[in-house]
């Protein structure tokens, strides 16, 4: 089935031939549905942290920050932001010139207000010779968007969100990676007044991003005060899936060669344990707001991360009293309440476990990485939530899933997804090494069987396409997991263009 040609671009692509079997099978095969035991919630599942404790938390993630690990904050930054543009393509594909949908209106009439306008102005003023606002009293609304969009102009239709200047302030205006830039110092600045951030990017806009932390990262340490260590990689083309046709067999393109495609965000895993960092917060590059909205989101990383660091200090000291052998079964009792209380991590078969089997059991569960996740009120977003799901080994655990992932079928099951009091905004912040110091083998904590399939076409030919289990779903599926509520004011995502044109992101 395998060519000695398909063998090389396996080879240059560091992708073995089990792996093609494999994934192959998974064509074949699907993916089960993973087993609901209930929706997550403040009654069971997400914690609510009361006012009261919340000093308890920041003074936690400070005290955490004066000492000698290392933190990072992780973004992915690939993903290009023609999505963001869908309504301004069509518009430009549209036979009529003046702007006609509600969207349409709201754009044009509301372009002086975008962070990017003053960009766009001097393009149309080099490119047609006139203003964007003359270009509108004229008519001309489409040279406006080509402008806006196309390669000729600012090319803001093929670039990445990152490089899209989000917020305009009196100084000059600034893109979604240099908000992530501010951010990250005010909840990931050690002693040293060092922010260590990581972006993950295409091959193709590597440079841009590059240039653009040559340019800006200066003023930036000198204005505040630190010093950054911003680091980039690229999604791995040994995670890269093959592509199927329609009967499970590798699709391939018009001149024989197989067809690779990138895997989703799951592949960023390989990124992630590649950090050398104890903690890292994680968070999507359009989910950012300005200086003035800063404040909540702030807090409540703080807050996370505070809950973090006293959950991991608990976990090591109980793996380390385990390691000594001084333990009574008194103390077994509570690490295993520790384990269903504050992890929620449960297994009806524990009573039946003698002693050195319960410790084994318990150590176990205890030493793997540790994630935070916010978790904010449904507001109706598409998307996964959280959920206590059964695992494999009997136990249930918390788990943030997709609808992808459950039995939509199995009316209770679709009862539970659509009851879901929470929604999942990736607000993580994640403990990536042991108690040794260690980092964790990443790749031992994946749930290969939460995969996705879905339905492309190339050349004018359907084909399958298959991820890998979401980074923050499948990829996490066996870390230890403690979901915890903030406040919807933390969740300000642009999906749209006009998503720049609401009160947070003014």
């Known amino acids: 089935m395998l060519t000695n040609k398909d063998l090389e671009l396996l080879r240059q692509k560091n992708i073995s031939v089990e792996q093609i079997h494999y994934q192959l099978s998974c064509f074949k095969n699907g993916f089960p549905f993973l087993p609901?035991?209930?929706?997550?919630?403040?009654?069971?599942?997400?914690?609510?942290?009361?006012?009261?404790?919340?000093?308890?938390?920041?003074?936690?993630?400070?005290?955490?920050?004066?000492g000698s690990k290392k933190v990072m904050k992780f973004v992915p930054a690939s993903g290009a932001a023609s999505r963001m543009f869908k309504d301004v393509f069509e518009f430009l594909d549209a036979s009529y010139e003046s702007p006609r949908s509600d969207f349409e209106k709201f754009f044009f009439s509301k372009i002086e207000n975008f962070a990017f306008f003053d960009d766009l102005n001097q393009c149309c003023l080099a490119n047609e010779s006139k203003d964007v606002l003359t270009l509108i009293a004229e008519g001309k609304y489409k040279l406006v968007a080509k402008n806006l969009l196309e390669k000729s102009g600012l090319s803001y239709g093929y670039l990445p969100k990152g490089l899209l200047k989000f917020h305009k302030y009196s100084n000059g205006s600034r893109t979604a990676m240099e908000e992530h830039l501010v951010e990250g110092t005010l909840y990931a600045q050690n002693a040293k007044k060092e922010v260590n951030l990581h972006f993950t990017v295409s091959p193709e806009h590597r440079s841009l991003f590059e240039k653009l932390v040559n340019k800006?990262?200066?003023?930036?340490?000198?204005?505040?005060?630190v010093k950054y260590n911003v680091g980039f990689s690229e999604q791995k083309s040994s995670t890269d899936t093959i592509a199927a046709d329609m009967n499970n067999q590798p699709f391939r393109e018009e001149n024989g060669s197989l067809l690779f495609r990138p895997a989703g965000h799951g592949a960023l895993i390989e990124n992630l344990k590649e950090l050398d960092a104890d903690i890292v917060f994680i968070k999507n590059v359009d989910n950012i707001v300005p200086d003035s909205f800063k404040e909540i989101t702030i807090i409540y990383k703080k807050i996370i991360a505070g809950i973090l660091v006293k959950i991991q200090k608990q976990c090591f000291a109980y793996i380390e009293q385990i390691e000594t052998g001084k333990y009574t079964h008194e103390k077994l009792v509570e690490m295993l309440a520790f384990l269903q209380n504050e992890l929620c991590v449960k297994n009806p078969e524990t009573k039946i476990l003698e002693d050195v089997e319960l410790v084994l059991y318990i150590k176990s569960k205890l030493d793997r990485p540790i994630r935070v996740c916010g978790m904010v009120k449904n507001q109706g977003e598409p998307g996964g939530g959280p959920f206590i799901a059964s695992n494999g080994d009997k136990t249930s655990s918390l788990q943030i899933l997709e609808s992808s992932q459950i039995d939509l079928k199995d009316t209770i099951k679709k009862e539970l997804f659509e009851s879901g009091t929470h929604f999942n905004p990736v607000d993580l912040v994640c403990s990536l090494k042991?108690?040794?110091?260690?980092?964790?083998?990443?790749?031992?904590?994946?749930?290969?069987?939460?995969?996705?399939?879905?339905?492309?076409?190339?050349?004018?030919?359907?084909?399958q396409a298959l991820e890998l289990p979401g980074l923050w779903n499948g990829a996490m599926s066996d870390w230890n997991t403690i979901f915890v509520e903030v406040p919807i004011e933390t969740f300000n995502p642009v999906k749209t263009v006009n998503d720049l044109l609401r009160p947070q992101h003014q």
Do not use: C, P
């Open 434 to 463: 042991n108690y040794l110091g260690k980092s964790y083998e990443l790749g031992m904590f994946v749930d290969k069987n939460t995969g996705f399939i879905s339905i492309k076409s190339k050349n004018g030919k359907q084909l």
């Open 36 to 66: 609901l035991k209930a929706s997550a919630s403040t009654k069971k599942g997400i914690l609510n942290i009361a006012h009261s404790l919340q000093a308890e938390y920041l003074e936690a993630w400070d005290t955490y920050l004066q």
């Open 216 to 225: 800006e990262l200066a003023h930036y340490e000198r204005d505040l005060g």
